[in-house]
């Protein structure tokens, strides 16, 4: 079975039971790491891929060919993504300026365009899409003006000596009062979505049961991160809502994208869409 997930700690902590043969009567999995903006634009246009840890923003181009499992993803409090800059953090300073972006299909992307729409005048000037460990370099040298950032940048942008604007995540839950829809696992519609949502699941509570197993792994994939930063990276992005999305991680999904839709960012999505889970 064919599965593309991000290197990130949060990932390759989530799956290393399934990847090393550790979840009883699951299929061996070839695994191709990629950040997420790649794997947003594969679940897109193709259908190579079995299953996909992609962002919940781009749902709305995949659910056609894709089903939402209902864990494995990433949704949280405390953990959004964050808007940078190397000196003014005035909202309205940002007017006209350049920017620098994870991806265009990302909850980090739609979060930011509904923040400016209410707090930039005139919004921003330039998009610019570049690999998300890039983005702080960028900001720090005066390339970009701005940058938004996402992962582990929560923890270091300071040792860039970057300011933060906003808080794009803590800016959602005080609007909405639900948790942050950044990731999401999709996999085929025409698989057993019910066999793989359950080794899935049980890969995620593997993990829990012995956190100290899959350390080799994810610090192999960690991109000479710090393991402490990798620990703060995975406390931060593997909660309930990756066991289980329940009515409220659904409905942080259908708040974002319903939002998003309403200003044209998104393709309008019906609860269709959600089946066979929701």
Known sequence: MKIAFSPCPNDTF??????HGLIPD????EVTYADIDRTNDWAAHSTDYDILKISCAALPWVLSEYALLPCGGALGRG????VLTANDTDPAALSGKRVAVPSKRSTAYLLFRLWIARFVPGGVGEIVVMPFQEI???VR????????VIHEARFTYPSYGLQLVTDLGQWWEEDTGLPIPLGAIIAKRNLDLKAIAG??????????KDRKMSQSYVMCHAQEMDPEVAQAHINLYVNEFSANLGEEGIGAIRALLGRAAEEGLVP???DSAFQPFF
């Open 136 to 138: 702080m370099p960028a």
């Open 199 to 208: 080794w899935t699941r049980s890969s995620v509570e593997l993990a829990w």
């Open 141 to 148: 040298d005066g390339k970009i003006d701005a940058g938004l």
């Open 14 to 19: 989530i799956f290393h039971g399934w990847v």
């Open 26 to 29: 699951a299929p061996p999995l």
């Open 79 to 82: 953990c959004g993504p964050l």
């Open 268 to 270: 309008k999505l019906d």
